[in-house]
């Protein structure tokens, strides 16, 4: 009976004990909450193993599974990323962005990469005023900034696919941002960017610590910068002419490269090197010169009724040197307007990134025409301030106008003697050259007098030629009809598209073609040529050819150029006009200065030795011909 009473309390015993466990394994089972936690962990550790997968391509990297531990996690993403799979395990490395801003600037800087993929130019608008979009830059992956990393274990990998850990801090007023992309805690390839309050220009640094042994530092650590230039104006042809690649090299030296086709560039000793886009532009400088720099500039508009959108595609690559097996690099980038005041206040010999021209031209517009027309526009409205800097111009330069026209004048009073020795002559063209050359020389006429101011006005005509397409102050400043005087003044807008004109019709241009053509009749009418040379062309009969094509390559030529220009060329050749008209009728008096020429005739004249040692070889070559003419008789 003893026995059997055991055996009962035995399973008594069992059946609470299998209770109890049953009770305990309710009680901790998971709760909804809980299993939704667990299933967004294990759906991010797979995005996370996705993200890295792919950015690695060509590289396969197995997806770590959730059921695995970190470590097993890490050891896997070494697989394809070496000792750089310690980034991809962190919080970061995700597609997040942080934003450095100040009055000027907003600035995107991706963790993926590490780099800028955004940057906004809050003073300024695309396309026209008005038009509530924002200048960018850089937007929508146009951009991107690249290290080629050779490490130890011969692997190569590309950091704009690969996450940085970013850190925003403050420096005073001033935005510190620093992405690090990490091997360890302690380890790590940093980008630093600091943003001051009221700059374009910002401090940036590339530095590693811990990395000489992680990366082999006997192999360049290829810096690559790629930008895709967006069209911000409104004509895509005007814009895409001056978008290049400006660069300085060899201790102040300045180029840049091609603006049409495909172009590769390299240069040793860069200290920085710019992307225009015309009104715009991105640079990089460099405190301790690159070495060398390649720079490719490929041109993206090979239809202008289709291909508007980007302009230009640019690319550097730029070896990077390793010193002590580590990098540090202490540069600058500047997003911002090409305006010459900005660039030059910096005192870093950006002003050379404007086109202004070169030599003489370059120095009227820095110390003339911009100080001028700066002081100007503190008074009048722009449309306002060029007509009257285009009046100051003409008055400055109408002593010359005056020295021109006086002399075609007295070449005017010549004429008919200069005919009378063309048609006594004529089977004798060096004879008639000499002795029209003596009647100049009585006559105390010089026929090239009329050619010297023309040339002196040369440097003044490319000087604005350069001038008013760089003036970013024009930009989307209205005159008139013309909502925008750095760009074109459509008036119609066609249908259809006219090959080298458009599909617009500006109505400046067109003003400027007819003043052109009036001033060209006056001074062609009179004016006296030379007499032609036997074997050389009639330069009478090219200024007639000329009166009609100059006027219209101007209309073709300056349909897509900026308003501004063509107001200033229309302004001047009508003030030109004018000031000829009171020369001509007020000033110069033909009857005195046939008076003169007769004086000065009537004069002994001594020659110079230039006119004599003149005088002699024409009377050489006219004995060489006679004894010619002999020897064949």
Known sequence: ??????????????????GILMWIMYQNQP??????AEKAKKEQVDKKAAEVNTATAPIETSVADSTKTDSTQLAQLKGSLGNFAYSATLPSAKNDFTTIENELLSLKIANKGGYIVDATLKNFEQF???????VKIVKENNASLNLKLQTKDNRSLDTKNMFFEPTLTKEGEDQVLTMRLKTAVNSYMEYR???????????????????????????????????????????????????????????????????????????????????????FTSILLTDKAFATAKMTSENLVKNEEVDTTFTKSFKSVIPLAFTGGEVDYKMNWYYGPTDYRILNSYERNLDEIVPLG????????????????????MFFPYGIAIIVFTILVRLVMSPITYKSYLSQA??????????????????????????????????????????????????????LFQFFPSAIDLRQKSFLWADDLSSFDAVIHLPFYIPFYGNHVSLFPILASVAIFFYMRMTTGDQQMAPPQEGMPDMGKIMKIML???????????NNYASGLSLYYFVSNTITIGIMLVIKNYIVDNDKIHAKIQENKAKPKSESKFQKKMREMMEQAEEQKALKNKGKK
């Open 410 to 463: 007295k070449m005017k009073v010549l004429r008919p003697e200069i005919a009378e020795l063309g048609e006594k002559y004529k089977n004798d063209a060096m004879k008639k050259q000499q002795e029209t050359m003596k009647l100049y020389g009585k006559a105390g006429v010089n026929p090239m007098a009329g050619c010297i101011p023309a040339v002196l006005q040369i440097p003044v005509f490319y000087a």
């Open 128 to 134: 026209e005023k008005g038009s509530g979009s924002l």
């Open 358 to 377: 070169w030599g003489i031209f370059g120095w009227i517009n820095r110390f003339i025409f911009i100080p001028t027309y700066d002081f100007l526009t």
């Open 193 to 279: 960017y600091v943003l001051k309050p009221k700059e374009y220009m910002l401090d940036f640094s590339i530095r590693s610590q811990g990395m000489n042994s992680v990366l082999n530092s006997s192999a360049p650590l290829d810096l690559e910068w790629d930008l895709k230039t967006y069209r911000n104006e409104k004509s895509v042809t005007y814009e895409n002419r001056y978008a290049e690649i400006v660069y300085e090299y060899e201790d102040g030296k300045d180029s840049y490269t091609s603006q049409s086709g495909l172009t590769t560039d390299d240069a040793k000793d860069v200290t920085y090197i710019a992307y225009k886009q015309h009104f």
């Open 1 to 18: 009976m003893e026995e059997k009473k055991f055996d009962l309390n035995s399973i008594i015993g069992f059946a609470l004990i299998f």
């Open 31 to 36: 709760t909804e909450q809980e299993l939704a």
């Open 548 to 558: 009609y094509i100059s006027p219209l390559m101007m209309l073709f030529f300056f």
